[in-house]
């Protein structure tokens, strides 16, 4: 069983930044690409960009990927999220994910295992 715990969220101002991590129990974290989504209210769960197993790819949402940046550190079975110049629109539960298919799918039905999600507000 895997389990995947979020932390990092939090209350910032729009303009600001913030790090949220996911970290991974089990062995086998190098051997799969993780991705985050997240979801705000009212909406579906929206795909934010995902890393591969090997940490050499990355894919993000069009409309992020200026923004955002995905990276790993497996020797601590993390992944993380940075998140710059905020907007209030970021605003929503981020979730990361365990991709079972290896293809950096937006897809959520692609992916096996999912953290509780961690809440990040900003403040316009």
């Known amino acids: 069983q895997v389990q995947l715990v979020e932390s990092g969220g939090g209350l910032v101002q729009a303009g600001g930044s913030l790090r949220l991590s996911c970290a991974a129990s089990g062995r086998t974290f190098g051997m799969y690409a993780m991705a985050w989504f997240r979801q705000a209210p009212g909406k579906e769960r929206e795909f934010v960009g995902a890393i591969s197993w090997s940490g050499r790819s990355t894919k993000y949402t069009d409309s992020l990927k200026a923004r955002f940046t995905i990276s790993r550190d497996d020797a601590k079975n993390t992944v993380y999220l940075q998140m710059n110049s905020l907007k209030a629109e970021d605003t929503a539960v981020y979730y990361c994910?365990?991709?079972?298919?290896?293809?950096?799918?937006?897809?959520?039905?692609?992916?096996?295992?999912w953290g509780q999600g961690t809440q990040v507000t900003v403040s316009s």
């Open positions: 994910a365990r991709d079972r298919v290896d293809f950096l799918s937006p897809n959520p039905f692609d992916y096996d295992y």
